[in-house]
């Protein structure tokens, strides 16, 4: 093609030049953001993911109901150990003393466990380990600073049992590990002694294994549970 066909269709081989100039810083410009467009959409959907998977975690979440767990879950759970002793004393009043031990408790900056205001009193916190502080504040225990591999130690007198129609009833609990509005898993071991001449009637919600050394019998539970656990013990006169 010569420059006159060139000049009358418009283009001249100066103006091509620019043209191809204008065109590779163009073309090398979308290649450059083709990768921060495909990290963008990889984020977006990890983002996705992400509340997806949140979502599913709050629609798992126990509100309260107990499930009893047939192993323990893969993560370690806090750990709620009490002894329980039930004196003739027990019998005519109704308190029984309490021992307790919380162990591996969630690694935040304050927490509290938390007692039935009429059925509480005599709360003592007998040792703490990686513990900052922890106070006794009416009928509860308020703990700051928990770091990993804590353990609290609580005694206490508490209003358990009761008589009706002939026989002696401990009831036991709540015990739960709640954060927020959900439940979380728990280990509970309770170990309830007693005078040998009461007869253990019936446990629930599973029975107790039982034993008895000389003058004191024993009834005892270990629990893996999310949600609220009651504990209730039938006793009568042998």
């Known amino acids: 093609m010569s420059a006159k066909n060139n000049v009358q269709n418009g283009f001249s081989s ?46 798992e979440v126990n509100e309260g109901e107990l499930q009893l767990l047939d192993r323990p879950p893969e993560a370690a759970a806090h750990l709620h150990q009490n002894r329980l002793l039930i004196t003739e004393r027990s019998l005519r009043d109704g308190w ?6 919380h162990s591996n408790l969630d690694k935040v900056s304050a927490s509290q466990i938390v007692y039935n205001k009429e059925r509480i009193r005599n709360i003592r916190v007998l040792s703490s380990q990686n513990i900052g502080s922890a106070r006794v504040e009416g009928h ?43 439940y979380y898993p728990m280990h509970v071991q309770v170990e309830v002694s007693y005078p040998a001449f009461l007869q253990l009637v019936s446990a629930s919600p599973v029975d107790a294994l039982r034993r008895t050394s000389g003058r004191t019998s024993y009834a005892d539970f270990d629990l893996w549970v999310i949600g609220k656990l009651d504990i209730e013990l039938v006793f009568s006169s042998k």
């Not at 990889?42 to 993911?49: C, G, N, R, Y």
């Not at 130690?153 to 358990?160: E, L, P, R, T, Y």
């Open 14 to 59: 100066r103006a091509g030049v620019k043209i191809l100039q204008i065109f590779f810083p163009l073309c090398c410009g979308v290649i450059l953001m083709l990768p921060a467009l495909s990290t963008a959409a990889v984020d977006d959907w990890s983002v996705i993911e992400e509340e997806a998977a949140l979502e599913q975690r709050a629609r």
């Open 96 to 101: 029984v003393a309490m021992y307790q031990c």
């Open 140 to 182: 509860t225990v308020q703990i700051k600073d928990i770091a990993a591999e804590s353990e609290i130690c609580i005694s206490a007198d508490k209003k358990a049992l009761s008589y009706e129609k002939g026989k002696y009833y401990l009831r036991l609990g709540p015990f739960m590990r709640r954060f927020l509005d959900g």
